[in-house]
């Protein structure tokens, strides 16, 4: 009786064992896990682009997990790849641009090369070049960080001033302006984080610089555009005119709640300001301040970031053929993304598409796409180097004493050497 | 020949129970520390690591921010510490009075924060000390303060900040320990100290503290390890950055940005954690010779 049961039992287990085997396997065929970070940006991108891939291609599903913050998808990325364990890594990874080459460097061969399946000429060549090492590209590239100064109109209005009067301006003229709409319309006019310099880089680079030189090497004391973007800074502050935020939550709270009038930023802040469809109509975008200075121009660039392959994926040829036949080819996905996204796409071919020239009725019925598509053309391009977080570490220790009315140049001296002694 | 074969039989015996123990603790502990050490003298960014010999404590003397994580760890462990101290052992003698009514809740109270979720209490300080928050509004309704105070956009009110959270979060764990040891102590000690006259303050500091002594060094060491690796509050107040102007920059915090957020550099990462394990040896020492029991020659 016994060993029936016993004989019966071992192949019932056999056949369980093999059954959850081939299950596992079948399971881990044709699944591609995606990270990103901004649910409403690039999560729903992303999205949409599975949706497009998976009903042409029902056996493959894609999963995008937007649950973690990018310093947590920075963090985990980096702490996987340094202990070489590929376990818990994504198929496809959405990686901001000006961090890509430290990746890229650090870690070689920790991500599949994409230049010889997917054609990069295709694709607008600055957003390649953040991806390129020793001539191979590593990315599919994804959006334009092209900066806006996103306005509240009606703010605007009853301070007394049209559109037009925003139109490339100066920042010393737009601490003019927002002088005014506090005194109108009792608005701060900016938001602003002392822990985060995106706004400085925005400004360094309108006028074509970035932290370094061509050969790598520190560009911080002769930096007549960032010492501009440091002193502009400092008067905002000193006029009064920002409210301090501290974090991603509180930063966004300030302008969708209409606590403040402007939010100068990339185009990828649509989604964000888009989510609140009863603020429709009371939006409008002008072209960003440049800086008092010869050689800047009302055009930069936030962030804007691209798909990375890992080499340890297990399911690379999907993930490179996703890529390829919807972020490399699809122009009507990209007019989608234009506009519920705010995704300004880097597909050259994308630009041509109806959506591009199409008014938007959230920002009064201008032709907003148009003119971010402008703007993109005009975006002096910088070379990022590696060790930006470096620096902007350093501008941060420094930012509380500028925006007091410290001496620049002294903060700028003690920027050199911190950033000099951290890059060693 | 004093060993009998059963003694030596128990010896083996004991040695083999423990010694799945021995092998994790020294594959999972020992090991990585060996390694630590040997990695703090290698330099190079990212995975391409070169032997540097002291490359990394020359490069440790001429690092501003090092200096100040240094500062900063010193001065949060100078003020904290001794706070939450005297606050626990304050808390413990109150709450060991037997005639004292809802002390069962009492105690539950202060030490509830110890047992709460990190990220959940560190997500609602934060949010208390926002420039519009309930701490802001609290103040100026009583007129202690006429402006808001942007708690984390000044370096000084941050350190304030982090060292209210510190303490709320673990004077409880602290006040614990005290009142295990205050139950030990003999009524009859005070009960004489009162005869003869003594005053509570004095009952309290040459009876009680006296008598707690061993305990006081086991909590005083304890928080000196413990706030000398601040980094879970800091993290997650200032979304880690270290607050305006690295002010309240730690020494774990600046090894985690050595290691994750800049381009990462191993060596010097490791460089930097030895020297809170030399902080520490060195405080615990100091704090282990103070309390020791000095004979008096007769």
């Known amino acids: 009786m016994n060993r029936i049961i016993t004989r019966r039992g071992r192949l019932l287990g056999v056949a369980l064992a093999s059954v959850s085997l081939l299950s596992v396997a079948a399971a881990s065929a044709g699944e591609i896990s995606v990270w990103v970070w901004d649910a409403n940006f690039n999560g729903n991108a992303m999205r949409e682009a599975a949706a497009i891939y998976t009903a042409d291609h029902p056996d493959v599903t894609i999963n995008v997990d937007d649950t973690a913050s990018q310093d947590d998808i920075r963090a985990k990325l980096q702490t996987q790849l340094l202990a070489g364990s590929t376990d818990g890594l994504p198929d496809i990874v959405l990686i901001q641009d000006d961090i890509a080459q430290k990746y890229l460097q650090s870690f070689p061969g920790a991500f599949e090369p994409l230049s010889d399946k997917i054609d990069m000429s295709l694709f607008a060549s600055y957003k390649v070049a953040a991806a390129t090492l020793d001539g191979t590209s590593y990315s599919v590239p994804f959006d334009s960080g092209v900066t806006g100064l996103f306005y509240r109109s009606d703010y605007l209005e009853a301070a007394g001033f049209t559109a037009a009067d925003l139109e490339n301006i100066t920042w010393d003229k737009l601490v003019e302006i927002g002088t005014t709409v506090k005194e109108k319309t009792g608005h701060l006019l900016l938001d602003l984080d002392l822990n985060d310099t995106g706004v400085l880089r925005m400004m360094m680079q309108s006028a074509g610089e970035w932290y370094f030189n061509e050969d790598g090497s520190l560009n911080i004391v002769d930096n007549?555009?960032?010492?501009?973007?440091?002193?502009?800074?400092?008067?905002?502050?000193?006029?009064?005119?920002?409210?301090?935020?501290?974090?991603?939550?509180?930063?966004?709270?300030?302008?969708?709640?209409?606590?403040?009038?402007?939010?100068?930023?990339?185009?990828?802040?649509?989604?964000?300001?888009?989510?609140?469809?009863?603020?429709?109509?009371?939006?409008?975008?002008?072209?960003?301040?440049?800086?008092?200075?010869?050689?800047?121009?009302?055009?930069?660039?936030?962030?804007?970031?691209?798909?990375?392959?890992?080499?340890?994926?297990?399911?690379?040829?999907?993930?490179?053929?996703?890529?390829?036949?919807?972020?490399?080819?699809?122009?009507?996905?990209?007019?989608?993304?234009?506009?519920?996204?705010?995704?300004?796409?880097?597909?050259?071919?994308?630009?041509?598409?109806?959506?591009?020239?199409?008014?938007?009725?959230?920002?009064?019925?201008?032709?907003?796409?148009?003119?971010?598509?402008?703007?993109?053309?005009?975006?002096?391009?910088?070379?990022?180097?590696?060790?930006?977080?470096?620096?902007?570490?350093?501008?941060?220790?420094?930012?509380?004493?500028?925006?007091?009315?410290?001496?620049?140049?002294?903060?700028?001296?003690?920027?050199?050497?911190?950033?000099?002694?951290?890059?060693? | 020949m004093a060993q009998t074969r059963l003694d030596r039989r128990e010896r083996i015996n004991g040695w083999l129970f423990i010694a799945p123990a021995l092998v994790l603790l020294g594959l999972f502990m020992v090991y990585p520390i060996v390694w630590s050490l040997w990695m703090s003298f290698q330099v190079g960014k990212g995975m391409n690591l070169s032997f540097g010999g002291f490359a990394n404590i020359m490069r440790l003397t001429q690092d501003t921010v090092f200096q100040r994580a240094l500062t900063n760890t010193f001065t949060f462990f100078i003020v904290q510490v001794p706070i939450m101290i005297v606050l626990a052992l304050l808390f413990a003698v109150a709450l060991n009075d037997a005639t004292l009514k809802f002390r069962g809740l009492f105690r539950t109270a202060i030490f509830l924060p110890c047992v709460t979720s990190l990220i959940a209490y560190s997500t609602v300080f934060k949010s208390m000390f926002a420039s519009d928050g309930v701490i802001n509004q609290a103040l100026m309704a009583l007129h202690i303060i006429s402006g808001p105070i942007a708690w984390f956009g000044d370096p000084f009110w941050a350190k304030i900040a982090i060292i209210i959270a510190i303490t709320w979060r673990w004077t409880g764990y602290n006040m614990i320990f005290y009142l295990a040891a205050l139950q030990n102590i003999d009524r009859s000690i005070y009960e004489a100290a009162r005869i003869d006259g003594v005053p509570a303050w004095a009952r309290f500091r040459y009876l009680t503290i006296p008598m707690l002594k061993p305990v006081i060094l086991f909590t005083t060491v304890i928080s000196t390890i413990g706030t000398l690796q601040l980094f879970d509050e800091v993290y997650n107040f200032t979304a880690g950055t270290g607050g305006p102007a690295d002010s309240t920059l730690t020494l774990s915090l600046y090894i985690y940005n050595l290691t994750f957020k800049f381009m990462p550099s191993f060596g010097y990462s490791a460089t930097v954690s030895w020297v809170i394990v030399l902080v520490v040896a060195i405080l615990s020492f100091l704090q282990f010779l103070v309390a020791r029991d000095r004979r008096r020659k007769p």
């Open chain 1, 224 to 424: 007549a555009p960032l010492k501009k973007a440091l002193e502009t800074y400092a008067k905002f502050y000193q006029a009064d005119l920002v409210k301090p935020v501290s974090g991603w939550a509180e930063y966004t709270g300030a302008f969708t709640s209409g606590e403040v009038a402007m939010v100068p930023v990339g185009v990828w802040i649509t989604a964000t300001i888009k989510a609140n469809a009863d603020q429709s109509g009371l939006w409008g975008v002008a072209p960003i301040p440049r800086l008092d200075m010869e050689g800047s121009v009302n055009a930069s660039n936030q962030g804007g970031s691209s798909w990375y392959v890992l080499a340890s994926s297990d399911n690379k040829e999907e993930s490179v053929d996703f890529l390829k036949t919807v972020w490399g080819g699809d122009v009507d996905f990209y007019q989608k993304i234009l506009v519920n996204q705010g995704a300004v796409g880097s597909l050259l071919s994308a630009r041509e598409g109806a959506a591009y020239k199409e008014s938007d009725e959230f920002f009064g019925g201008a032709p907003v796409w148009q003119n971010f598509s402008t703007w993109l053309s005009q975006i002096p391009s910088v070379d990022y180097g590696v060790f930006t977080a470096e620096v902007d570490a350093a501008i941060q220790a420094q930012l509380p004493t500028i925006i007091q009315g410290g001496d620049i140049d002294a903060a700028l001296e003690a920027i050199n050497s911190q950033s000099q002694q951290q890059m060693q």
